[in-house]
């Protein structure tokens, strides 16, 4: 299978590090996608031209990140990554929270890089901050509950929501979060990949 991704994407990361926890990184070859290329060939394989997707192996495609992560752990045998029962919807309204925490820094990120200086819109902008804000005051109230020995979507989505935080934004959530700064610390002791995933 080719993952097609940036180093950079925090949702790349979510694939690769739920690759690595169900033991599937060797089954995946990453292959760096240029978005914003008109001949990059990510949109013939996604018509959206959206970063990450799943190439496989009889050439058909898959995306978004929760659509890869759901054949990843298909492919391991299923349950893994999000438990069966009542319990699976309290593990995908998180990542669907941490996606969304992604989403909202990823637009902040896109109208400085993409709009001129007089086009950016800084209600725009504060209007994706508090998105963030109230996402990790969420977070901070109620951290994930985390097991180290089977790390889930949901677990993943929020250590790659902070870790894009941490690369695009200075740290700054750190500030008055304690509770999910030491999430995120023990998140990282555990699963190898993060350090692993983690940008240049």
């Not at 060939?41 to 929760?66: A, C, H, M, Y």
């Not at 999000?82 to 669907?96: C, E, K, N, S, Y």
């Not at 901070?140 to 089977?150: I, K, Q």
């Not at 790390?151 to 790659?160: E, F, H, K, L, Q």
Request: proline share 8%; with cysteine.
């Amino acid at each position: 299978m080719i993952l097609r991704s940036s180093p950079f994407s925090p949702f790349g990361r979510k694939v690769k590090i739920a690759a690595s926890v169900l033991g599937l990184s060797e089954r995946i070859e990453v292959v760096v996608a240029d978005t914003t290329d008109p001949a990059e060939p990510l949109r013939l394989q996604n018509p959206l031209g959206k970063i990450p997707t799943l190439v496989l192996e009889d050439g058909s495609t898959l995306f978004d990140s929760r659509v890869i992560l759901e054949y990843l752990d298909h492919l391991a045998g299923g349950g893994r990554l999000a438990p069966a029962g009542a319990g699976r919807f309290a593990v995908l309204r998180l990542q669907a929270l941490a996606d969304g925490v992604m989403d909202a820094a990823l637009m902040q990120v896109y109208e400085k890089r993409f709009r001129p200086e007089g086009a950016r819109s800084a209600d725009w902008a504060a209007y994706q901050a508090d998105k963030v804000r109230r996402g990790l005051a969420a977070l901070e109230a109620a951290p994930p509950p985390f097991d180290p020995a089977r790390p889930d979507v949901g677990s993943i989505a929020t250590a790659c929501a902070l870790g894009y935080l941490d690369l695009r934004f200075e740290g700054e959530w750190r500030h008055g979060h304690p509770k999910l700064v030491a999430w995120l610390d023990a998140f990282a002791a555990a699963v190898p990949a993060w350090e692993k995933t983690k940008p240049a």
